[in-house]
C-alpha cells in the first residue's frame, strides 16, 4: 500500500510564494506520473501539474502556467509545487495524486487516471 502526505500549505497575501511537498511512502515501486490537483469550495477539483517520474517531464494547467512549477526528488520520492505569484483566486485544497500505471498527456489531467491521493493541505491567499 502507498502513502501520500502533503505539506507546506497555510496562509499567505497575494503575490507571495509557497512550496508544497508530498512524500510517498510504503510499497513505491516504479511511479510513473505524479500530480497535483486542487479544489476550491463549491468548485470541482482541476487539476493544477503533472510530472513524468523517470525523465521530469513537467506539465500544467492554463492557470497555473508561468507562475507554478513542479519537480520531483526521486531519491526521496518527493514531488513539490513551488507557487509563486500566488492569487486569491489559487485558494484551494491542494491534493497530491500518483499513479504506477501509463497515463498519456490526454488523461493525466483526468482524476481518474490516479491510483493513490494524498489527504489534502488547505492553500489561502488573501487579497
Known amino acids: 500500500q502507498v502513502q501520500l502526505v502533503e505539506s507546506g500549505g497555510g496562509l499567505v497575501q497575494a503575490g507571495d510564494s509557497l512550496m508544497l511537498s508530498c512524500a510517498a511512502s510504503?510499497?513505491?515501486?516504479?511511479?510513473?506520473?505524479m500530480a497535483w490537483f486542487r479544489q476550491a469550495p463549491g468548485k470541482e477539483r482541476e487539476f493544477v501539474s503533472a510530472i513524468t517520474w523517470n525523465r521530469g517531464i513537467p506539465y500544467y494547467g492554463d492557470s497555473v502556467k508561468g507562475r507554478f512549477t513542479i519537480s520531483r526528488d526521486n531519491r526521496k520520492n518527493t514531488v513539490y509545487l513551488q507557487m509563486n505569484s500566488l492569487k486569491p483566486e489559487d485558494t484551494a485544497v491542494y491534493y497530491c495524486?500518483?499513479?504506477?500505471?501509463?497515463?498519456?498527456?490526454?488523461?493525466?489531467?483526468?482524476?481518474?487516471?490516479?491510483?493513490?491521493w494524498g489527504q489534502g493541505t488547505q492553500v489561502t491567499v488573501s487579497s
Open positions: 510504503g510499497r513505491t515501486g516504479s511511479i510513473y506520473v
Open positions: 495524486a500518483g499513479t504506477w500505471g501509463q497515463v498519456t498527456i490526454a488523461t493525466m489531467t483526468r482524476q481518474s487516471a490516479y491510483d493513490t
